[in-house]
């Protein structure tokens, strides 16, 4: 209702036209004249008008109801009251003296079908609200900025008919105790492995009766139950803190604090560029170091805030409001990449499948980084505020944008929607009754034709394989059919990783730390039965660089009797060119090797044809020089296992790479 509530103060001027007795072309009066002659109900009238104009609501009531008690067919003073009603949101009043209005001439005023619309989607009645903006619509000589606003509303009320015929299931449990209190809870966030959950709880300020205090609140999921939740000290401030969002492994968190040039209310660690910024905080050991200011690529002087961090760790999305006269309007979804270094690119806003001309807020992206939530008043809907989602199309482009229809969304302001990894159940907060008391948090199942792509999550550890110390690393997931990067990230300092996948796909994995060999592996996705609750388990040994070492290449891949390199070689090639120019001095064997079936002499041939094709490509495409590689054929010369099944005859044929010296 937010968003009709705002249009109502832009035309409250033209229905005050009506009560002073200004001239309408449909109703073809004389300045200073009514449609009544009674001088009581005149009287009444402008004393009701009066009274409007000093906010005293009541008053206004009164004398407007007298004028009509004194003159049934008053039109001035029926619209007066279906005014007063609408613009104090007692829209069931305002629709029967609206009715009343045109009742007694539908010519008068044709803007009367217009408001009475209003305050029909105001509270559900889409059908109603169609048939009056239908009306509307056929008048000739309306002004051509509200045509185009009933233009637009007559979309909502054919939605919202529609929506509510076709109700989708919907069925939203309170989250409990442990999350939810006689406070308000809101803006929840989750881990990609959905055992620990994150929100905002609003508090009362100490002696500032009426002021509130919005902290951060954690609660961790054990045997499906969420524990009691408790305050993060170290982030939680006098200020206030909110729209938390976690990045999938849960170390790194993005929020908003309202803050100036001089601090967030004396806070030295909440300095910021004006308005509201965006913060982040990493957890180290354990414990959230002090927040800290994106900094100026995605804070400005304009309103920044509800952050939502990409899986694979290289998105920021977030809600800009660009200031005007001190207050925040065009609401709008601008998305910043996170380059290589760690920086922030300058943002985009996405597209119009996501942006409209009226707000946009509280945007989700889902962790499968296919899947985007948000909620719009510009996209067809319900009316206020609508949660839509949109999936991101081949070309990198979001999708047009889908209302999730009734009763997730109805007529009044709807926002807030997390999803969770497994993407089948979604959270929102409600302040709806049977709750423990303000803003609660509810979950629901997420129907099937709304949810996002299913994904799975790889969790491991990488460590010394001679001393088995665990190690801080670099590492990066490839897409191998589409030869792109899924995420690229570190290790915590003990040496474990966490990430997200989009189920059903081939994947790469390589590893890198300085003084240590080049790994790469893969594993495949495709065909598996996904389990959110059984994560990828991946160990990852790491050898140090040593004369002698041999490391095999898992993912070059030939045709079957041939030497030319496939397509999904390139990542691998790639990255073990990188590691040769990283460390110079190293000079390497390329060797090529293959089962026992067939003819030796031919074995010989092919295998050393691929190690030359993975010669070529180093030599070629990475700029490696010649005298820091040799290649060799080595056939069924030096099998891994025995030749005896076809599994292992499929580990014998390889790739590897031999350190000749460092």
Not at 292 to 303: D, K, L, Q, V
Request: glycine content about 8%; charged content about 25%; aromatic content about 12%.
């Amino acid at each position: 209702m937010k968003k009709y509530r705002t249009f109502y103060k832009k035309v409250i001027f033209i229905c005050l036209c009506l009560l002073v007795g200004f001239n309408y072309t449909q109703a073809q009066m004389a300045p200073g004249q009514y449609t009544s002659t009674n001088k009581k109900a005149i009287k009444y009238l402008e004393e009701g008008k009066q009274a409007y104009e000093m906010k005293k609501d009541d008053d206004a009531e009164k004398y407007f109801k007298k004028a009509l008690d004194e003159d049934k067919n008053f039109i001035e003073a029926a619209l007066g009251l279906a005014n007063l009603y609408q613009v104090t949101n007692r829209h069931t009043e305002a629709i029967t003296y609206f009715k009343r209005a045109i009742e007694i001439n539908p010519k008068f005023f044709a803007n009367s079908f217009y408001f009475l619309s209003l305050s029909q989607l105001a509270i559900g009645q889409y059908q109603d609200a169609k048939t009056s903006l239908e009306t509307f619509l056929k008048f000739e000589r309306i002004n051509p900025n509200t045509k185009e606003s009933a233009q637009k509303y007559l979309a909502n009320a054919n939605f919202g008919a529609d929506a509510v015929k076709n109700p989708k299931p919907f069925n939203p449990v309170n989250a409990g105790p442990g999350i939810n209190t006689q406070y308000g809870e809101y803006f929840p966030a989750i881990t990609g492995d959905g055992k620990q959950f994150l929100f905002t709880r609003g508090l009362p300020r100490e002696g500032m009766p009426g002021f509130f205090n919005e902290d951060f609140f954690t609660s961790n999921n054990i045997t499906n139950v969420w524990q009691t939740a408790t305050p993060i000290t170290i982030i939680n401030s006098w200020g206030n803190e909110g729209a938390p969002s976690l990045s999938a492994d849960g170390n790194i968190m993005f929020f908003a604090s309202c803050s100036d040039e001089t601090g967030d209310y004396g806070s030295p660690d909440r300095k910021g560029y004006g308005s509201c910024d965006i913060f982040y905080s990493q957890k180290v050991n354990g414990k959230w170091t002090k927040p800290r200011n994106a900094g100026p690529a995605i804070n400005t002087a304009n309103f920044e805030s509800q952050p939502s961090f990409s899986s694979d760790g290289r998105e920021l999305y977030f809600v800009r409001g660009i200031l005007h006269r001190g207050a925040a309007k065009e609401y709008d979804i601008y998305m910043s990449k996170i380059s290589d270094d760690g920086k922030f690119t300058p943002p985009v806003k996405l597209g119009p499948n996501i942006n409209t001309t009226e707000m946009e807020e509280s945007v989700f992206i889902h962790p499968d980084n296919m899947t985007l939530y948000f909620s719009s008043a510009g996209h067809p809907g319900m009316g206020g505020l609508d949660i839509f989602m949109s999936k991101r199309q081949p070309n990198g482009e979001w999708g047009k944008a889908i209302n999730l229809g009734y009763p997730i969304n109805s007529f009044v302001d709807d926002n807030s929607l997390l999803v969770n990894p497994g993407g089948k159940i979604a959270y929102f907060a409600s302040n709806r009754s049977g709750g423990y008391g303000d803003l609660d948090i509810y979950q629901f199942d997420l129907p099937e034709d709304l949810r996002p792509e299913k994904i799975t999550y790889v969790k491991g550890k990488v460590y010394n394989s001679k001393t088995k110390e665990t190690l801080e690393a670099s590492f990066e997931l490839v897409d191998l059919e589409t030869q792109s990067s899924v995420t690229k990230s570190y290790t915590q300092k003990n040496g474990e990783f966490f990430v997200t996948l989009t189920a059903n796909k081939n994947y790469l994995v390589n590893v890198n730390k300085d003084g240590f060999l080049f790994y790469s592996d893969n594993f495949s996705l495709k065909g598996k039965e996904t389990d959110f609750s059984k994560p990828f388990l991946l160990d990852i040994p790491l050898d140090p660089i040593d004369t002698g070492s041999v490391v095999e290449l898992r993912n070059v891949f030939f045709d079957v009797g041939k030497w030319d390199l496939k397509p999904e070689s390139k990542a691998e090639l790639d990255k073990l060119g990188a590691f040769l120019t990283k460390n110079a001095s190293l000079k390497i064997e390329l060797g090529g090797h293959t089962d026992s079936d067939g003819i030796r002499k031919s074995n010989i041939t092919l295998s050393e044809n691929r190690a030359k094709a993975v010669y070529n490509y180093l030599i070629t495409t990475s700029k490696i020089s010649e005298a820091r590689l040799k290649y060799k054929g080595y056939a069924d010369l030096k099998p891994k296992v025995k030749n005896d099944t076809p599994e292992n005859k499929a580990k014998n044929r390889r790739t590897e790479f031999k350190i000749l010296a460092k």
